[in-house]
């Protein structure tokens, strides 16, 4: 094994230290491209459970908790288990228009993101800041109570 010359040593460390800035920002650092990045990501999902995790990663924690609830409750009924990024449905998601442009009005730990379009239609979608990275923040309908019956469904 040769050793490294102090030439080729120095050049090695400098291209170690340039490697990071080259690296593109994280499609979470934003809010607009998160939304971006989570637009795309759901238009890949259909049935395809690792693009189904992948949108789902780019939720808040609040839809992400109502999803894996949601699973649960579908795993038991399917008596199968049914991960939290398959309740995802893709064709909530579908886009009308194409979108054109995104934009972001952020306040503190929240934004909201206009997204327009070709033909002038605008859409928002809101988004939070959680642990450093921006999420879609989703609003799911709150789950009804599992109820109980005395008679143990007689």
């Excluded at 102090?6 to 990071?20: D, F, G, I, K, N």
């Excluded at 949108?55 to 109502?66: E, F, G, I, Q």
Aim: hydrophobic share 40%; glycine share 4%; aromatic share 6%.
């Amino acid at each position: 094994m040769s050793l490294l010359t102090r030439r080729e040593w120095l050049s090695a460390l400098l291209a170690l230290t340039l490697l990071p800035a080259c690296e593109e920002d994280p499609a979470d650092s934003d809010p607009d491209r998160v939304v971006a990045e989570f637009i795309t990501r759901m238009q890949r999902v259909h049935g395809d459970r690792k693009a189904a995790r992948a949108a789902y990663d780019l939720l808040w924690s609040d839809a992400r908790r109502n999803l894996a609830e949601r699973a649960k409750r579908a795993s038991d009924v399917a008596g199968r288990e049914i991960a939290p990024e398959e309740m995802l449905p893709p064709s909530r998601f579908a886009l009308h228009r194409k979108p054109r442009q995104y934009e972001a009005r952020v306040d503190g730990d929240w934004a909201e993101v206009s997204i327009s379009s070709d033909e002038g239609a605008v859409d928002r979608v809101k988004c939070v800041r959680e642990d450093g990275k921006w999420r879609v923040v989703l609003e799911l309908p709150p789950l009804a109570p599992i109820e109980r019956r005395m008679d143990g469904g007689l």
